[in-house]
């Protein structure tokens, strides 16, 4: 994201260089004897973190006040400790106090905006928190997130369960399993691109459909897995046929040829109880079609 | 014939074939096209604009890439997905219009220079059931088990798509269990079994026949014949040698013996085996390891039987060797009463 920043970095960069040719202008340099290399590392080394901090907010955040905020906040500190290091290297006429005054405000000034910004990003992250609430429950990974529907996988799911069922040992833990009928007949009929912005379409509809305690997670391809902590059988019975028939009801149509897909889905639900990778195991064996006689007996 | 045999920089597919399969993929993961050719010195504009051949080598590298990618482990299913009956040509069309399974395989195995280059399915119909299992073709190495998933995903997709029903296969892995089976049990199923001593997938023999409802008689046997037209098939040297150890393994033919058969130098046969990942000794203790699990488990053999038939002295003998060409103790690949599933 740094090309979004293609003006305010090269603002910083003249005005490093600004501060560079100021000292060089107006003072004389100083003999390498009387060089403090202890100031130099310190007060240098300063400059160049808050510059690397600088690089990777900015490369790593859309733009807005709270980016601009911290942005700031760490080009003055830079700027700051880039004046206290060439302090380092050139005298100054005697007299010139504009030094003085140049290291201590921008340093505090930088400081001061830097914590300006972390407060509003704080607010930030609050209310990004609410929204990914449904989808990481208090822990969070970003390495268990599915690309496509923003959602954590069956590891995160299993991680979760037992978190809850640690948590709670007393409360029932449900989890459901849903899985769209004729998924791979969609994605060979319309393209896997399609398919792909179906599995977002749906997630976003169950997440609608979900208490705020509850975790939605892709459990892998076209299978989804929600957690629901405090729910005995019954309850997550009812939710899971709810979720059936919200998706049977969703009038999808297709991106290129505009034409509608009844969809449907299968359910099943189960207290957690025993050892999870089991159950989930035996859960979803209880999704596919029963084996014909013949099969069973041999 | 080792000069009819393809290796693993033969230029065998076409641009727009698996190539594209795995480009648009890429793309769709947004997967940057320099990160995907990485390493198979393939160049992106002539592969986008079709000019260029691919060898099974440079497929190989540009799945490790995919692999080396993929936080979530599903890229092999995904793909799998997609990979079967592809747009390959007639060899896709015909696979289509396949009458019922058996056709489907037939065609998998004879034409698997255009449908699997890598991995070389095998058949074998007994005791009521079918068993397709796969054999590295090119020296795939550490990308075995993802190649594996890939397989084992495109035949049951491809299955389910034109029986327009999930065929119950069992699937057996030569591997430990992965640390997640999710993408195993939604893909595939849950009638998994680890620590297999081959990868194959088995399913009742009544399957073959059912009549498949896709199907267009008429269509399938012109394409029949055009496929005849474009002359014959080519198999990997690794898959010809399999063969023709597995045609005499009761008494197979020495290194020499073979390269003489295959029109070649012993050096010559070494040093192209080599070349994918394997050598003489290697490839026989891998047929004679096969066909003692068929033996074992449709035959009932002991270990007594089977040292006769390979000719060891004694059962002890055959004990010892079994235990290097696999790894494990002869025993049952899979067994049938009782089983997990």
């Known amino acids: ?298 | 014939m080792l000069a009819d045999c393809y290796s693993r920089d033969t230029p065998l597919l076409p641009a727009m074939h698996q190539p594209a399969l795995l480009s648009s993929l890429a793309a769709r993961r947004d997967m940057a096209s320099d990160m995907l050719l990485r390493g198979t010195g393939l160049d992106a504009l002539a592969l986008s604009e079709g000019r260029a051949a691919v060898s099974p080598a440079q497929l190989l590298a540009m799945l490790a890439n995919l692999a080396k990618q993929d936080g979530q482990r599903d890229v092999a299913f995904e793909l799998g997905q997609q990979w079967l009956p592809g747009h390959y040509g007639t060899i896709s069309l015909a696979l289509l219009q396949a009458p019922n399974l058996a056709e489907a395989l037939s065609l998998l195995i004879t034409h698997q220079d255009q449908l699997c280059p890598l991995l070389g399915p095998r058949l074998q119909v007994e005791g009521g059931e079918l068993l397709l299992y796969w054999t590295d073709s090119v020296g795939v190495a550490a990308l075995m088990p993802f190649l594996v998933e890939l397989h084992m995903t495109a035949v049951s997709a491809l299955c389910r798509w034109l029986a327009d029903e999930p065929l119950p296969w069992r699937y057996c892995f030569n591997r430990t269990p992965p640390r997640n089976l999710a993408q195993h049990q939604v893909h595939l199923g849950s009638h998994l079994q680890f620590g297999c001593q081959l990868d194959a997938m088995v399913l009742d023999s009544q399957w073959l026949h059912q009549p498949w409802p896709r199907s267009n008689p008429a269509a399938y046997a012109m394409l029949k014949q055009q496929l005849l037209r474009q002359g014959r098939p080519q198999y990997s040297l690794v898959q010809v040698l399999y063969d023709r150890l597995h045609a005499q393994i009761g008494n197979p033919p020495t290194l020499e013996e073979a390269a003489t058969l295959l029109a070649t130098s012993p050096a010559t046969l070494k040093r192209h085996l080599a070349k994918h990942g394997t050598h003489f000794q290697a490839l026989l203790d891998l047929v004679r390891t096969h066909e003692s699990l068929r033996l074992m488990q449709y035959h009932g053999y002991g270990q007594e039987e089977l040292a006769q038939y390979f000719g060891f002295h004694d059962a002890r003998n055959f004990r010892r060797s079994f235990k290097r060409w696999t790894g494990m103790a002869a025993s049952l690949p899979f067994s049938l009463a009782g089983a997990p599933w």
């Open chain 1, 1 to 298: 994201m740094l090309h979004l920043y293609r003006v305010p970095l090269l603002v910083f960069g003249l005005a490093l260089l600004g501060l560079l040719l100021l000292y060089q202008g107006l003072g004389e340099l100083k003999p390498r004897a009387d060089w403090q290399w202890m100031d130099v590392v310190g007060e240098g080394g300063t400059a160049l973190m808050a510059t690397i901090w600088l690089l990777q907010i900015l490369s790593s955040r859309p733009r807005g006040r709270v980016t601009a905020l911290l942005g700031l906040g760490l080009a003055g500190v830079a700027l700051g400790g880039m004046a206290d290091c060439l302090d380092e290297f050139f005298r100054l006429q005697a007299g010139a106090n504009w030094d003085n005054w140049l290291e201590s405000a921008l340093g505090p000034l930088g400081m001061l905006t830097l914590t300006v910004g972390l407060y509003f990003w704080r607010q930030e992250q609050f209310s990004l928190n609410e929204q990914l609430l449904k989808r990481e429950r208090l822990f969070r990974d970003h390495r268990v997130f599915d690309r496509i529907t923003q959602l954590a996988n069956a590891e995160y799911l299993q991680q979760q369960v037992a978190l809850e069922r640690a948590a709670r040992p007393q409360a029932p833990c449900s989890v459901i399993l849903l899985d769209i009928d004729r998924f791979h007949a969609i994605n060979r009929a319309y393209g896997h691109g399609e398919g792909d912005r179906l599995l977002q379409a749906i997630s976003h509809l169950l997440l609608l459909n979900l208490g705020n305690d509850d975790l939605l997670c892709r459990y892998a391809g076209d299978r989804f897995a929600i957690l629901l902590p405090g729910t005995d059988h019954a309850t997550a019975g009812r939710i899971a046929s709810h979720l059936r028939s919200v998706v049977g009801q969703l009038a999808w149509h297709t991106r290129q040829q505009g034409i509608r897909l009844h969809l449907g889905a299968r359910v099943v639900s189960a207290v957690m109880a025993g050892d999870v990778v089991t159950q989930l195991a035996a859960l979803n064996a209880e999704l596919e079609p029963a084996m014909p006689l013949q099969a069973q007996a041999s």
